[in-house]
């Protein structure tokens, strides 16, 4: 069984930095996706950054471009989200999500997925 867990949420000020870590388990992960989407109160959950383990390419939306990063260390199994220059709406529950194949924007399409990790920048 795949488990994800996520750390490295908390309370920023705008403008502050903030780095997400998932950790999965369970399986090897040989061509998988990981991806970290959102979802603020009252909002549906939105895709924020996604990396394929084997080759480390990357996708982002277009509200997180240059300023958000996302890495992997394979030996770990662990997915990182730096987050730079943050501002208040980027306040949301992370979550971070796994799946077999190619990167898609789509939750729908993930199989796997953490507890979620707040995130609060305050203004």
């Known amino acids: 069984q795949v488990q994800l867990v996520e750390s490295g949420g908390g309370l920023v000020q705008a403008g502050g930095s903030l780095r997400l870590s998932c950790a999965a388990s369970?399986?090897?992960?040989?061509?998988?996706?990981m991806a970290w989407f959102r979802q603020a109160p009252g909002k549906e959950r939105e895709f924020v950054a996604s990396?394929?383990?084997?080759?480390?390419?990357?996708s982002y939306a277009e509200p997180v471009k240059g300023r958000f990063t996302i890495s992997r260390d394979n030996a770990k199994n662990t997915v990182y989200l730096q987050m730079n220059s943050l501002k208040p709406e980027d306040t949301a529950v992370y979550y971070c999500?796994?799946?077999?194949?190619?990167?898609?924007?789509?939750?729908?399409?993930?199989?796997?997925w953490g507890q979620g990790t707040q995130v609060t920048v305050s203004s």
């Open positions: 999500a796994a799946r077999r194949g190619y990167s898609t924007y789509a939750p729908r399409l993930y199989n796997y």
């Open positions: 369970g399986r090897t992960f040989s061509n998988y996706v």
């Open positions: 990396i394929t383990l084997d080759y480390g390419s990357t």
